[in-house]
């Protein structure tokens, strides 16, 4: 059985730190040995491919051919370069010329592609080694009294194609973690248009966020980099937007995971990279 390799060059790292830190921090906890992928191209974000699909596609080729230089398979920190990597090996196996044109760019740098490589999610890969059960056992916080809204993300309908988009809810269900049913949650958070248009952008997740909290969430889960740049660290602007203070805390799925288990420093979590200050610990 092939290794795993952590791809944690997301987009905006200096606002979505907290996703990668937390999710080292988890594997570190549970003696997990899944290093980090190196030399690796940052994601652009799935929306470049109309900028430049050739420059997408060959930034994210290299990052798989990278994996197979490990001869191993891909964990993402989040479900947005998750999409990315997938769509570029969806690509191509579907385009030889394309494939052939990389191909021939990547051997310069003594690299070579692997298209039977597989791109998980962190909570798929989780469930695959550790299995819901495993998880469960080792909770020591429940959060039995609290209820989350889950966002799955602007692109979860092409995520969707690819993952279990259960495995979220499913890990969060064995920390006992109830999940509340909101109106907006298929709606998208307008990160992709925020250069173009910010009044519009803060108004959609502004009030994606004031559903969330007219239905009685104490924290909101993301699995997203754009998603928790929206809700995290642009919370104050959105609270501007709709005209209501929301104050809802923002967790990825292993800062969940990691207050679960017991862990209580702030800065092992990641919390203490947050905008919006939790007061759950």
């Known amino acids: 059985m092939k290794n795993y390799v952590l791809y944690d060059a997301i987009i905006n790292i200096n606002k979505t730190l907290p996703l990668v830190d937390s999710t080292k921090e988890l594997f570190k906890f549970l003696n997990l040995e899944v290093p980090v992928l190196k030399d690796t191209t940052r994601d652009l ?12 596609y060959e930034a994210n080729a290299k990052n798989l051919a990278l ?54 999610t962190l909570a ?20 039995e009294k609290f209820i ?35 109106n907006l949650k298929n709606q998208v958070t307008g990160y992709d248009i925020y250069d173009l248009n910010e009044e519009l952008s803060l108004k ?23 998603s928790f740049v929206m809700f995290d660290d642009l919370q104050k602007d959105l609270e501007k937007s709709v005209g209501i203070e929301i104050g809802l805390s923002v967790f990825g799925l292993a800062e ?10 702030k800065e092992k979590i990641g919390l203490n990279n947050h905008k919006i200050k939790t007061d759950i610990i």
């Open 45 to 56: 974000g799935c929306d470049s491919i109309v900028i430049d699909p050739v420059g997408f």
């Open 67 to 120: 994996a197979s230089k490990e001869d191993s398979h891909i964990v993402c920190v989040e479900d947005s370069s998750f999409l990315s990597l997938n769509l570029t090996l969806e690509k191509l196996k579907k385009d030889e010329k394309l494939k052939q044109k990389l191909e021939a760019t990547l051997a310069k740098e003594d690299l070579e592609l692997d298209l039977n490589i597989k791109i998980l």
């Open 124 to 143: 798929e890969y989780l469930l695959e080694v550790l299995g819901k059960s495993k998880i469960q056992k080792k909770v020591i916080y429940s959060f």
């Open 148 to 182: 989350a809204a889950l966002y799955l993300g602007s692109y979860q309908c092409q995520i969707h194609k690819y993952s279990n988009t259960n495995a979220y809810s499913d890990i969060l269900d064995a920390l006992h973690l109830k999940l509340v049913n909101y």
């Open 204 to 226: 959609m997740s502004g009030n994606l966020m004031l559903d969330m909290f007219d239905n009685a969430a104490d924290f909101v889960v993301v699995n997203d980099a754009r």
């Open 256 to 265: 969940v995971l990691l207050l679960a288990f017991g862990i209580t420093d």
